[in-house]
């Protein structure tokens, strides 16, 4: 099949699947539960806050039963839970009392893990350049603070304190490059959503067009052949009752033919019933000589000469065919005047399938009679899905409908 096809249904499969399924899945069982109640996540980070913050602040409380350190670490779990909403206020907050703490107290780095998770956040909501500004400003207190701590928190030793100014930039460093990191796989999977959503919207228009192309090649076909089976009918009722009875059988079977074709092209449309109504309406073995034989009996003059060897054994392209053929020759039948001799030439060559239509009659093609336009628009649309192309117009005399398609090779 031709590229254009296989892109066709490539995206109409692609739509048929939920992208937020597909994600829900890859994220797991604990990861769905905190994504859905995103409240229990954050009350999860301001338990693990306390839990990591508390043994220090007992430490740097118990020597000046400072327990207002503790209330401050209480405070600021609290506080947390606001992460969502205000990240960069929160971490203003914690940078400016995480310099207090170490200078009025023996604890040191006390906030130090509610810092990470607000600088976090703010790489989570923000571009990667400010997150970084942000980093670099709330570094500033902290860094002085160990500067100007009291000696004897280091022992005086500054190789301690240079450790400790590295330790603190290298975690927000990091703390930053991860919220960067789940910043662009969540862009990444908004524009993989947004690309679904966009093939779906495409894949709808396109089975939309499909359908409404059937509709148009099984209703402009079916009436065209109807009309004219019931006029010659109304010819011939009164001099030969017994052909007139032959017409009004072959109007009949038309009838029922184009019913059936119909309930095809509807039943995948109605829900529920997608999976058992076929995707297109396939003619059976055979039905190109029978669709030849109709347009005998409704009364084109038809000529039918067939080259080459017979076409491939694939229900997409003999469909393709099929309603080429049933589209130029509907068209004859319904417009053309006067006609004395209708062509029809299939041949095939190496890789390459020649459809070709053409009549003597006087059309009326540039009357308001034509119609929409969607049979010459589906057969230009039809050949374009194998690799080939449509001339169609005026010739003298009459019209030509010549139509060149690719064979897929085997395989596709």
Not at 284 to 307: I, Q, Y
Not at 341 to 366: C, F, P, Q, Y
Request: charged share 20%; net charge neutral.
């Amino acid at each position: 099949m031709s590229s254009s096809s296989l892109v066709k249904e490539t995206t109409e499969r692609t739509a048929a699947v939920s992208f937020t399924e597909i994600n829900e899945r890859r994220r797991g069982p604990i990861r769905r539960y905190f994504h859905r109640h995103p409240r229990m996540m954050d009350l999860l980070v301001s338990i693990i806050f306390v839990l990591g913050s508390l043994p220090n602040a007992f430490v740097g409380s118990s020597t000046g039963q400072q327990w207002w350190l503790i209330g401050l670490v209480i405070l600021a779990a609290g506080v947390l839970m606001f992460r969502r909403y205000a990240p960069i206020l929160i971490l203003v907050a914690l940078s400016a009392a995480e310099p207090l703490i170490t200078l009025l107290s023996d604890a040191t780095l006390s906030f130090e893990i509610g810092i990470w998770i607000c600088l976090y956040c703010v790489a989570l909501q923000f571009p990667a350049r400010t997150a970084f500004v942000v980093m670099a400003l709330s570094s500033i207190p902290n860094v002085g603070s160990i500067w100007v701590a009291p000696q004897e928190l280091f022992d005086g030793d500054p190789i301690l304190m240079l450790v400790m100014v590295g330790f603190i930039l290298l975690t927000y460093f990091i703390a930053v490059g991860i919220g960067i990191t789940v910043r662009r796989d969540r862009q990444h999977e908004r524009e993989l959503a947004n690309w679904a959503e966009r093939n779906e919207r495409l894949a709808s228009a396109n089975e939309r067009n499909r359908i409404a192309r059937e509709m148009h090649d099984v209703v402009a076909h079916s009436l065209s052949v109807m009309i004219a089976l019931s006029d010659g009918a109304g010819v011939v009722v009164r001099k030969n009752p017994d052909r007139a009875g032959e017409v009004l059988s072959e109007l009949s079977a038309a009838g029922r033919t184009a019913l059936a074709d119909m309930r095809r092209v509807l039943g995948v449309l109605r829900e529920g019933e997608g999976a058992a109504a076929p995707r297109e309406p396939q003619p059976v073995t055979g039905s190109l000589a029978s669709l030849l034989d109709g347009f005998r009996l409704a009364g084109l003059p038809l000529k039918v000469v067939a080259k080459g060897r017979a076409l491939p054994e694939l229900q997409g392209f003999q469909l393709t065919v099929y309603r080429i053929v049933q589209e130029s020759l509907t068209n004859v039948l319904r417009y053309a005047k006067g006609v004395s001799t209708v062509e029809v030439l299939i041949e095939r060559e190496a890789n390459m399938v020649r459809i070709r239509v053409t009549d003597d009659g006087a059309g009326a093609l540039d009357e308001e009679s034509v119609g929409s336009g969607q049979g010459i628009n589906g057969i230009h649309e039809r050949a374009a899905i194998y690799g080939g192309r449509a001339v169609i117009g005026p010739r003298a005399p009459g019209w030509r409908v010549d139509v060149t398609l690719v064979v897929p090779a085997e395989g596709e």
